[in-house]
């Protein structure tokens, strides 16, 4: 069994939040919650629903998986999928070269 720390939820949630230079104010809107909740799930004081999870990873276009337990050996390619997404296609390719000598880097 894993432990859940919502202190981490939390914090990938703000920091997406505050990337989209969305407002606890307009993600509490969307999803139909007060602004004070959307605070309290970010300072992982309050445990919320699946659903507000599923709601908000929607809105913040996070992946479920990774929002709740970072990142994993088990959802690491979406992540790299999520970074290639926002390079231009030109650039893809020393993108990957770069992440070769850093893993080479770590052996």
């Given at each position: 069994m894993i432990d859940i720390d919502y202190k981490e939820i939390g914090k990938r949630i703000k920091e997406k939040r505050t990337n989209?230079?969305?407002?606890?104010?307009?993600l509490s809107e969307i999803i139909d919650v007060s602004p004070s909740y959307i605070s309290e799930i970010e300072r992982g004081t309050?445990?919320?629903s699946l659903a507000v999870l599923v709601n908000i990873s929607d809105v913040l276009d996070l992946n479920l998986d990774n929002l709740v337990r970072g990142?994993?050996?088990?959802?690491?390619?979406?992540?790299?999928?999520?970074i290639l997404q926002d390079i231009p296609?030109?650039?893809?390719?020393?993108?990957?070269?770069?992440?070769?000598?850093?893993?080479?880097?770590f052996k």
């Open positions: 989209l230079k969305m407002t606890q104010e307009k309050s445990i919320c990142i994993t050996e088990n959802n690491i390619d979406y992540s790299f999928s999520k296609q030109k650039n893809h390719k020393l993108y990957i070269d770069i992440c070769k000598n850093i893993a080479n880097n």
